[in-house]
């Protein structure tokens, strides 16, 4: 969560920085999820989209789509969409069988606070 929306936050409850309570309780009160959960769920929710569609629509083309060609650079290789669609599904314990039922895929990755 950025600092500009900490401090609305923060000003919603009527309390300073010299008040000194972490962000985490500014949140419970305010009843907001972590930002980090909100973008696990978006693109939960995108994959599950992708992956309802038929397999010779645009979005699915992507996914066969070889980057094999691509030199890379020096360092740690970026973190690439799919690894990070795995890392979000093996956090959670999803897997693919699920994307097909819509409304349960929505229920299951939804985040409440």
Not at 57 to 83: C, D, I, Q
Request: glycine share 6%; hydrophobic share 35%; proline share 4%.
């Amino acid at each position: 969560m950025s600092v500009a929306e900490m401090r609305m936050l923060r000003w919603m409850c009527g309390h300073t920085r010299k008040d000194r309570l972490r962000n985490e309780i500014i949140r419970e009160k305010v009843k907001v999820a972590p930002i980090e959960d909100k973008m696990m769920e978006n693109r939960l929710r995108w994959f599950g989209h992708v992956r309802r569609r038929p397999t010779d629509a645009p979005v699915r083309r992507l996914e066969t789509w070889g980057t094999e060609k691509v030199a890379r650079g020096r360092g740690r290789p970026k973190l690439t969409w799919t690894r990070v669609i795995e890392h979000d599904m093996r956090f959670l314990g999803l897997d693919e069988g699920m994307v097909t039922e819509r409304s349960q895929w929505r229920e299951i990755i939804h985040v409440d606070f």
